[in-house]
T-cell receptor, first 114, second 111 residues
Framework: KAGVTQTPRYLIKTRGQQVTLSCSPI?????VSWYQQTPGQGLQFLFE???????NKGNFPGRFSGRQFSNSRSEMNVSTLELGDSALYLC?????????????FGPGTRLTVL | GNSVTQMEGPVTLSEEAFLTINCTYT??????LFWYVQYPGEGLQLLLK?????DKGSNKGFEATYRKETTSFHLEKGSVQVSDSAVYFC??????????FGKGTTLSVSS
């Protein structure tokens, strides 16, 4: 079974631009979560989608948004990029996001904002 | 709120040494507990998990036991290898919330 895939793997943008990242979950998984990883803040939860609905949201500004499609693929968008948005963005999928579910992570998208 | 505290690194060991990475948590209710590993330039890989008190998760020689009385989930391995060099993250999860991670512990194993 194929794992979680994320595209692109690397991105370089400049301040003020916007960016869209894509995540394809493991086949059959309906829950997709996004995390931001930085050296200073570690791993922080952005949001979770389940059946095309945002089910949970972390403490990030409204510039960070996401969506999920009917095939469970998900995208996240960051508008008006800031230098501090430079990070590794990780997507994780699980079957349904239940209490005993395991989240499986993709390789991440490395975003650099100049 | 929920939180995870794990020992600060880096941890530097010689090959075949015994490894312990401490992890304690704070949570309401009964979370599931996880250890993830991250190799350089890669995403997170699930190493092991435990979903209820006294469960022992194990994989690739690593073990961790869910101790509710001490709110701990320490990671152990009897004999580390150079290939175990990576960053290890302890995490907890409760349905309706999100994975909460510790800061990560860097392990460096030399031959």
């Amino acid at each position: 079974k194929a794992g979680v895939t994320q595209t692109p793997r690397y991105l370089i943008k400049t301040r003020g631009q916007q960016v869209t990242l894509s995540c394809s979950p493991i086949s059959g998984h309906r829950s997709v979560s996004w995390y931001q990883q930085t050296p200073g803040q570690g791993l922080q939860f952005l949001f979770e989608y389940f059946s095309e609905t945002q089910r949970n949201k972390g403490n990030f500004p409204g510039r960070f948004s996401g969506r999920q499609f009917s095939n469970s693929r998900s995208e996240m968008n960051v508008s008006t990029l800031e230098l501090g948005d430079s990070a590794l963005y990780l997507c994780a999928s699980s079957f349904a996001g239940g209490s005993t579910d395991t989240q499986y992570f993709g390789p991440g998208t490395r975003l650099t904002v100049l | 709120g929920n939180s995870v505290t794990q020992m600060e690194g880096p941890v530097t060991l010689s090959e075949e040494a015994f490894l312990t990475i401490n992890c304690t948590y704070t949570a309401t209710g009964y979370p599931s507990l996880f250890w993830y590993v991250q190799y350089p330039g890669e995403g997170l890989q699930l190493l092991l998990k435990a979903t209820k008190a006294d469960d022992k998760g194990s994989n690739k020689g690593f073990e961790a036991t869910y101790r509710k009385e001490t709110t701990s989930f320490h990671l152990e391995k009897g004999s580390v290898q150079v290939s175990d060099s990576a960053v290890y993250f302890c995490a907890l999860y409760q349905a309706g919330t999100a994975l909460i991670f510790g800061k990560g512990t860097t392990l460096s194993v030399s031959s």
